[in-house]
């Protein structure tokens, strides 16, 4: 609720209701510059992650724009802006051993924590024998235990 909600609507509050009009757009002005820095360590602390990662200029293009937009989303929804809804890409890791997918999901998931959507910057290593079942119709609740087992964890 803002002051203003508060000050009555007489004739004599105009002054008033200037001053706080003013003192409010700073205030938002100021969280706004402060915002802006966060989210500049934040993009170079990822920038130093992605500089790890030897190639794959393709991947880290496109990690540059999640975050960016992350960031942004991030930005205007503490500015009190209307965002629609998370947009937190699906993502399947392929490639040949000792190509970096877990890596890659290691950075993944320090950006995701570092803009908010994750709790934790923690990623958790998979199997297929942690997923798949031996029979049929054991692999829907053996994946979904793990998928609990670790929200639980994040929480």
Do not use: C, Y
């Amino acid at each position: 609720m803002s002051p203003l909600n508060l000050l009555p609507k007489s004739s004599g509050n105009e002054k008033l209701r200037a001053l706080l009009i003013k003192h409010i757009d700073e205030q938002r002005k100021w969280k706004a510059l402060m915002l802006l820095k966060e989210a500049k360590t934040k993009m170079e602390d990822f920038e130093r992650e992605l500089s790890s990662i030897v190639g794959l200029h393709a991947l880290k293009l496109q990690l540059r724009i999640w975050a960016k937009g992350m960031i942004m989303d991030e930005r205007r929804r503490s500015l009190g802006l209307k965002i629609s809804v998370n947009r937190t890409p699906h993502m399947v890791f392929i490639g040949s051993p000792g190509t970096g997918k877990t890596m890659v999901a290691r950075i993944l998931g320090k950006l995701l924590n570092m803009v908010g959507v994750l709790p934790t910057d923690k990623v958790t290593e998979v199997q297929r024998t942690d997923l798949v079942g031996e029979f049929v119709g054991h692999t829907g609740p053996k994946t979904r235990r793990k998928v609990d087992t670790k929200s639980e964890i994040g929480r």
